[in-house]
């Protein structure tokens, strides 16, 4: 199956858009959080369980606007990526590992010495070897078909996806301690054990997702090797010579 540009095109604005209704989803869940550790869990409970339907519709209408206004802005940000992969870098930095396995993997197809000329650049550089040549094969539509058809695209999405999550959590965690440190109460205590044991599970459901990630991403390298020698040695050797 050839993909087109076009086909290409739509499918990366795709896995945009699914990043940022994950993105909107985790802003949700942090304010609500921030709002219900603020003012108490109890209060807030009290509110919603008395709540009559004007009150409703104004919760309603207010959170509906708050959300508009969050997604314009977000669609007029430019630096979404960066975000998620400083979010990678501070936290767990699967990027690093990957582009580190791809050119751990392609270095395989040279002799000795050319190995030797690629481990003794600075990590910065070996990193945009691996990109290039990476983006080079994706050129490749038989290979961009296959990568679509193995889903590490899709998977990296998910991960930056997740990725907000252990964000969000962390500071819904840290800010219902502050809670309960300045204002102990049952309810904030049992709000804090919520919160904190849905973001240990998040964040492990993440380092899983991490590593998922890392074990196709080799299969995926030693598959693309196998079926493409020559052009990954020659781009190699491009790479060498510059």
């Known amino acids: ?8 095109y739509a499918y990366f604005q795709d ?5 940022k209704s994950g993105l909107v989803a985790y802003f949700t869940i942090l304010t609500l959080g921030i709002i219900s550790s603020l003012a108490g869990i109890q209060t807030v409970y ?9 009150e409703t ?6 959170t509906l606007n708050i959300l508009q ?13 960066e975000f998620h992969i400083w979010l990678d870098q501070k936290l767990f ?7 580190e396995i791809i050119l751990r993997e392609l270095i395989l197809v040279l002799d000795t010495k050319e190995r030797a000329i690629i481990d003794s650049l600075v990590a910065s550089e070996q990193t945009a070897i691996a990109k290039s040549i990476f983006a080079n094969l994706s050129e490749n539509h038989s290979i ?5 058809r193995r889903g590490i695209f899709r998977s990296w999405i998910v991960y930056w996806i997740m990725i907000y999550g252990v964000f969000v959590f962390i500071v819904l965690i840290l800010a219902t301690l502050l809670k309960l440190i300045i204002v102990p109460s049952v309810y904030g205590q049992a709000f804090f054990i919520a919160i904190a044991t849905t973001g240990v599970l998040h ?6 997702q991490g590593i998922k990630i890392l074990f196709t991403t080799k299969r995926i390298i030693r598959e693309l090797i196998e079926f493409n020698h020559d052009e990954i040695l020659d781009l190699l050797r491009q790479q060498i010579k510059k």
């Open 144 to 148: 961009f078909a296959n990568l679509l």
């Open 1 to 8: 199956m050839l993909l087109t540009a076009e086909i290409q």
């Open 46 to 54: 009290y509110f919603i369980i008395h709540m009559r339907l004007c």
């Open 203 to 208: 964040i492990l459901f993440t380092i899983m």
């Open 69 to 81: 206004i969050f997604i314009k802005l977000l669609n007029k940000v430019s630096w979404l990526g």
């Open 57 to 62: 519709l104004l919760s309603t209408l207010l």
């Open 93 to 99: 930095r699967f990027l690093f590992r990957s582009n």
């Open 15 to 19: 896995l945009e858009r699914s990043t």
